[in-house]
């Protein structure tokens, strides 16, 4: 039930999905282990964010100085544009502010920057943020916040969850680099994957994996139904919501991504394969495309230089040095693969012996040079 979270809240317009620090703070370190400057000198933007209660916000801003980081922004989405509203709560930190404003707090964005130690302290972190409210809703496809996103070098956030697509072609038209979460199933949009195909864009650190036996996990709204069997209520009192198939989208290089797949022989997976379906069926040819049709990533040959169908869980394994993507068969139901694609079923989902198979993404092993 807990992998159908992310497409409930998508169908709903439920958008209110709150990242969780740890989560950020694993991610992020694998991109500093692999160039421990990759934020130097640079101005990160944190949009659909909640500041006040972001942990966005607070990891980035409490790592100003470690990561030698230029200028942070983070701007949030007024609470009336919202199409899902919660209980409203309004902190404390915009209350005493002299620039609170009982007008706007609801219908306005705000903007918070942090450049400098404003209070003197001797450190730049987050108690140096300062505010104000936007003169829209801060929805990121407005002139105001495109303008902070040109600005920017870096973007990274939890986009809302049914604008995704819209999120990543507001990046992609910047030519920005980003972190951001997503769903397993927009590896296969057709505004997603052709960045994939080109080494455009690739997935983060984590994606769609289990760690300390649960899957990513998000904060909800206190009025958020707790239904399905990952979810539970926090020490803080605070709902939780575990949801399989989620992870990172990125277009910074990190040191998994590089790392090739250990793989068996064909002759050694039909005999030592712990799939049985590998073992009795073996490698069968797709009836309407040029490939073959590998069920499980860990299944792949590595002594067959033809063209192969492996599932999408394969991305997250995926080694630029080690395979070339070729095509895909996309998430509406509509093949784009090329010159693989036989033309003789009618059908636009790859067939086995007349059987529709899953989605598949399409590879081939890369000639060492």
Not at 110 to 139: A, C, H, M, P
Not at 227 to 254: C, L, P
């Amino acid at each position: 039930m807990a992998n159908t979270k992310l497409s409930e809240a998508k169908n709903a317009k439920n958008d209110e999905f709150y990242t969780q620090y740890e989560d950020i703070q694993r991610e992020v370190n694998a991109y500093l282990e692999y160039n421990p400057d990759v934020f130097r000198g640079k101005t990160v933007l944190l949009p659909c964010d909640d500041p006040e209660w972001s942990n966005f916000t607070r990891f980035f801003a409490q790592n100003f100085e470690n990561f030698g980081l230029k200028k942070l922004i983070s701007t949030s989405f007024a609470y009336e544009s919202k199409n899902y509203k919660g209980e409203y709560q309004l902190s404390l930190f915009e209350e005493e502010a002299p620039q609170f404003n009982i007008d706007k707090t609801k219908t306005h964005g705000k903007i918070f920057t942090l450049t400098r130690d404003n209070n003197d302290s001797g450190v730049i972190d987050i108690d140096d943020l300062e505010w104000q409210y936007l003169e829209g809703d801060g929805d990121f496809r407005s002139d105001e916040v495109k303008e902070l996103r040109d600005e920017a070098d870096i973007i990274i956030t939890n986009p809302p969850f049914s604008l995704f697509r819209e999120f990543v072609a507001w990046i992609v038209e910047a030519d920005k680099s980003f972190l951001i979460i997503g769903n397993q199933n927009a590896v296969t949009y057709k505004e997603v994957f052709p960045l994939i195909k080109e080494n455009k864009v690739w997935l983060g650190n984590r994606f769609n994996q289990r760690i300390n036996g649960k899957n990513m996990t998000f904060g909800v709204p206190d009025n958020y139904p707790m239904t399905g069997t990952e979810t539970e209520y926090g020490e803080d009192g605070k709902k939780y919501i575990s949801v399989a198939g989620t992870g990172w989208f990125t277009n910074i290089d990190h040191g998994r991504r590089h790392q090739p797949l250990s793989l068996m022989t064909m002759a050694d997976n039909l005999k030592f394969s712990k799939h049985k379906e590998v073992k009795e069926q073996g490698y069968p040819q797709y009836d309407n495309y040029k490939a073959l049709e590998i069920p499980f990533t860990d299944a792949i040959p590595c002594d067959y230089d033809g063209v192969m169908g492996v599932p999408i869980s394969f991305l997250p394994k995926y080694c630029p040095e080690q395979f070339e993507i070729l095509g895909a068969t996309e998430s509406e139901g509509k093949g784009f693969s090329g010159d693989l694609w036989i033309e003789s079923s009618g059908v636009s989902q790859p067939l086995v012996n007349g059987e529709r198979a899953n989605k598949r993404i399409f590879i081939r092993k890369r000639v060492q040079k």
